[in-house]
Structure formats: C-alpha cells, structure tokens
C-alpha cells in the first residue's frame, strides 16, 4: 500500500503537470490524489486507523492554516485593487521598456518578500502586474520572474520563507547571522536570472486599458488610505507573530477584519450602486476559488509522504549514499522542486542534532538558502510558485522551458557564490 501511496502521487504529478494538453482541471486532480493517498495510507500504517487520523488532523490544522492565510491575503489585495490602491505604486513606476521594468519589478520583490512572506509578496506583486502590462504573455514572464524573486528574498530573512522560519525558531540559525551569511547568494540567484532575461525581454512597456475596478469612484484620500491599510495589514502579520508567537494566519484574520471595519466607515453614507464594488464582501466573490482548493490538494497529498516517513527516509537515505553535507543540501534544495520544502526541512532538522551541527552551522546557513530558493526551479515547488500558477494561469510546462532555466542558474550560481563566501570567511 505504501508502493501504490507513491504510485498515486506521481501520476497526479503528472497530469496536474499535463493539465491543459488533458483538459483535467489540476484541483480535481490533487483532491482525488489527497483522498487516495491518505486512504491507501490508512490501510497500511503501523499506527492504526486512529493514528492515521491523528495524524490527519494534525497536517490539517498546518493546511488550513496556510489556506487560511492565503484567502486573507487574496481577499486584502483585492479589495486594494477595488479602490485603485495599487496607482500610488504604478504612477511612481516610470519604467517605458520591459527591461528596465523587469529590474525594478525584481528589485522591489526581492525586499519586499524579506519583510512579507513570498507567498503574500507574490499575490501583491502579480496583481500589482495586472495594472502595469496590458499583454498576458508578458505577465506570464514577469510572474515566473516574481516567483524567482520572491523566494530568493524570502530565503535570507526569518519571516521571509516559511524554510527560514522554520530553522531561526528552532533555533538553527540566528537572525542577523542569517541575514549576513545568505543575503549575496540570494541576491545572486535574483541576478543571473534577471541578466539573462535581459536579452530575452525587448520591447516597451504597453499599459493595459482602463480597468474596471473602483479608481474612477474613488478619491486620491481613498487609494492612499487603503492601499496603505492594505499593506500595513500585510506587514502586520509578521510582527504580530514575533510579539505574541501566535500563527500567522491569526494576525492575518484581525487585519483583515479591522480591514473591513474602516471599509464599512469609509464608504457607509454612499450610496448602494456606487459602493457595491468596493465592498470587502464583493472581493471574496472575486477570488480565484479553484486557487485555494488546489492548495488544500496538493498540500494534503504532500502530507501523507511527511505522514508516512517517505520524506524523512529519502533525507536519510542520501545522508547514508552521499555523507557529503554540501551535495546532500544542494540535492533537498532541487527535490523541493518536486515536493514541499517544509517536511524535507523538517526531516533534516531532525537527522542533525544541534548538539553535533549548533546554530548557524554551514549546513542550516546552507539549507535555508536551498530550500528557500530551490522550489523556484518548477511552478509547484514553492507557495510563491502555486499562488502564482493559480493567479496568472501558468501552465506547467510553460513554466519548466521557460522560466525554470533561470531559476535553476540562479540557483546554482548562488550555491557556488554562498560555497565561495563561507570558505573565504572561514
């Protein structure tokens, strides 16, 4: 049964992967393939029926908390668009051609992903695209450019990346040591992506036509006032988590209610007709649904390999086959593009004792910088990459020939530029 759990999973892989050529929406397959799994699961686990659904609903309480979050931030980067909020930004961008945009768009993710996480920054940074580009195409370039930036910003900062995060509360790695150590191969795995897309990129930048949303309905006062709730909201939810060590996903429920609230006062003596659009209600209407289940799939379906110890026996097993702490870190790093990082950190956390590896050790210095940025080599290997993939429409294999050759150099040119920083340090 353990064969056919994985069995299961690579072909949902697949045809999640083959989803426009098979014409099978990728959310019906990653719930069929979280139901399968977790059923031939439960049939052959040592532990038990009632272990099994321990287990179960423990992974579930970690997937809502993430889908939880996700609809919170979605929902606040709608009701940001609604008001025209995103102009403050878009009329101080004065790029007129695509390369040019293309740096400050990355730039802009990059740090903007340090202070979020990359999957908030992702959700904000494509919409913000949809008010910049007029053509699909290209913003289906800039959002496998935005995914690449936002994990390698995510990478080198505690709240950043969920990887990060994971290894600074554990107490893996301290903060500003973190920071130190990872920010140059980071910004190297941004780097040689936006070089080479450089030369690939040419042309001006085409405005999209007047979008239907709220920026003809509402005031200067308006935009700026939401756009900065908006993201003050955003901002919020780290520092909410670092003072009260609360979920995050918490902190994201109170900003978007105190959202709401001055939503409600803001537009209470308007008229119907006039403040339909702008309603916080009216933006959950306008979030992409099938999104949000194909998270609850996908994460659920990972789930079960964490659940089942295949996760940890393959961290093991290259720890046995390789015995090089480098390679083994460099290989988690690219299997991250197959599944999520998360479990594969988790296991690694547990095969090295801080006893034997302390903090900011190479291997947890190295690890948050694979990990982190690794996922970006394939659309479904990282949040930022899925919530991308759901927002945009990005097809797997698109994304694999075109943008997944970039992420991949960028990935390893950081690799070879945090190898060359360590060793002149140490």
């Known amino acids: 049964m353990m064969t056919m759990v994985a069995v299961v999973f690579v072909l949902a892989y697949t045809m999640i992967a083959l989803e ?229 996903y918490l902190g994201i429920l109170l900003a978007l209610g105190v959202l709401w609230f001055v939503g409600n006062i803001l537009h209470r003596n308007k008229p119907d007709e006039e403040k339909d659009h702008l309603r916080l209600a009216k933006a959950l209407k306008r979030i992409d649904m099938a999104s949000v289940v194909f998270f609850i799939g996908i994460l659920l379906a990972v789930a079960t390999l964490s659940a089942n110890g295949m996760l940890p026996a393959l961290a093991g097993w290259l720890d046995a086959k390789l015995g090089n702490q480098s390679m083994i870190v460099i290989i988690i790093g690219l299997v991250s593009a197959i599944v999520d990082n998360i479990p594969l950190v988790a296991a690694s956390m547990g095969m090295y004792p801080l006893a034997q590896f302390p903090p900011d050790s190479f291997i947890w210095e190295f690890m948050a910088y694979c990990a982190g940025t690794g996922g970006s080599i394939l659309i479904i290997g990282s949040a930022a990459g899925v919530a991308a993939m759901g927002l945009e429409k990005i097809e797997f294999f698109w994304y694999a020939r075109k943008i997944g050759p970039l992420a991949a150099a960028g990935y390893f040119a950081g690799v070879a530029a945090y190898i060359v920083q360590y060793n002149l340090v140490h």
């Open 20 to 248: 426009h050529p098979i014409k099978i929406n990728k959310s019906a397959t990653a719930l069929i393939a979280a139901g399968l799994m977790w059923t031939f699961y439960s049939f052959a686990s040592p532990v038990g029926v009632e272990g099994v659904i321990h287990q179960l609903t423990e992974k579930l309480a970690e997937t809502a908390a993430i889908v939880f979050f996700l609809i919170c931030a979605m929902t606040i980067v709608e009701v940001t668009d609604a008001h025209g909020g995103f102009e403050v930004i878009t009329e101080r961008i004065k790029a007129t051609k695509l390369t040019s945009l293309l740096w400050v768009i990355g730039f802009i993710t990059f740090y903007l992903s340090s202070i979020l996480d990359n999957m908030t920054t992702t959700i904000v940074m494509v919409a913000l695209m949809k008010r910049l580009l007029k053509e699909h195409k290209q913003r289906l370039f800039f959002a496998g450019i935005i995914v690449i930036a936002a994990n390698a910003g995510g990478a080198w900062s505690p709240i950043g990346d969920v990887t990060t995060t994971m290894l600074w509360i554990g107490g893996q790695v301290t903060t500003v040591n973190i920071m130190k150590t990872t920010w140059i191969a980071s910004m190297v795995n941004l780097l040689v992506p936006l070089f080479i897309a450089s030369f690939i990129l040419k042309g001006p930048v085409v405005p999209p036509d007047k979008l239907e949303n709220g920026a003809t309905t509402t005031s200067q006062f308006e935009k700026n006032l939401m756009f900065f709730m908006g993201m003050g909201s955003l901002i919020f939810v780290p520092i909410f988590k670092a003072v009260t060590h609360l979920p995050p």
